[in-house]
């Protein structure tokens, strides 16, 4: 699986648009990239994926660039709930499973009153 | 409402005793993983198993061990618990293969301290 990288931290002011950016410049043409988030003192969350269309859901909104070498997670109203640990992760969606998934650190999102 | 249930939120143990964490899904998934999760260091995965009696070995495997008689429950052990193995453990399951198996539903987490 492709490699990412996230900034550790980021803030962003209630009410305004965060935008998180996950780099994944080694990408290969069948991984996908799946965005999760943790909050604090629970387990982690799906939130979307995407292979290099963008894509919205209820939760965010996922901007891939053309060349799949970087995607943005887009929460557009930021709230105090949104503060939490967010996770870029690339993957291959195996055929017959066997497949593990990796974490890595992902960025700190405080959303600031 | 998908649910995964882990068996404890909090463990207190000795060093040296063996221990058990539960984990059950009501999602009929066929891959369970089992992570911890340290400051600094994210998710590592320890085991996953993508079918009853199978299993696999993930970044972390030394000094755990796991079972997955039923397709519903995935057991993480610990043979002899060593004080580096203080942690929080999470439980995650989802489907076998294609995009959805990327979708991993969690657990809320047990916190084990090994004093």
């Known amino acids: 699986d492709a490699k990412t990288t996230q900034p550790p931290s980021m803030d962003c002011a209630e009410g305004r648009a965060a935008n998180l950016p996950c780099n994944h410049s080694?990408?290969?043409?069948?991984?996908?990239v799946y965005w999760y988030r943790q909050i604090h003192s629970q387990g982690p969350q799906y939130i979307i994926h995407?292979?290099?269309n963008n894509e919205t859901n209820e939760m965010a909104s996922l901007i891939i660039t053309e060349d799949r070498k970087s995607s943005t997670l887009i929460l557009p109203h930021a709230t105090l709930r949104d503060t939490a640990v967010y996770y870029c992760?690339?993957?291959?969606?195996?055929?017959?499973?066997?497949?593990?998934?990796?974490f890595g650190t992902g960025t700190r999102l405080t959303i600031i009153p | 409402d998908v649910k995964v249930t882990q068996s404890s939120r909090y463990l207190v143990k000795r060093t040296g005793e063996k221990v058990f964490l539960e984990c059950v899904q009501d999602?009929?998934?066929?891959?369970m993983f089992w992570y911890r999760q340290d400051p600094g260091l994210g998710l590592r995965l320890i085991y996953f198993?993508?079918?009853?009696?199978?299993?696999e070995k993930g970044d972390i495997p030394e000094g755990y061990s796991v079972s997955r008689e039923k397709k519903e429950r995935f057991s993480l052990i610990l043979e002899s618990a060593s004080t580096n193995q203080t942690s929080m453990y999470l439980c995650?399951?989802?489907?076998?293969?294609?995009?959805?198996?990327?979708?991993?539903?969690f657990g809320e987490g047990s916190r084990l301290t090994v004093l």
């Open positions: 995650a399951s989802s489907l076998l293969a294609g995009v959805k198996s990327g979708e991993l539903f």
């Open positions: 080694t990408i290969s043409g069948n991984e996908y």
């Open positions: 995407g292979l290099k």
């Open positions: 992760i690339v993957r291959v969606p195996p055929l017959f499973g066997n497949e593990k998934l990796t």
């Open positions: 999602m009929d998934h066929e891959n």
């Open positions: 198993s993508y079918d009853v009696k199978m299993k």
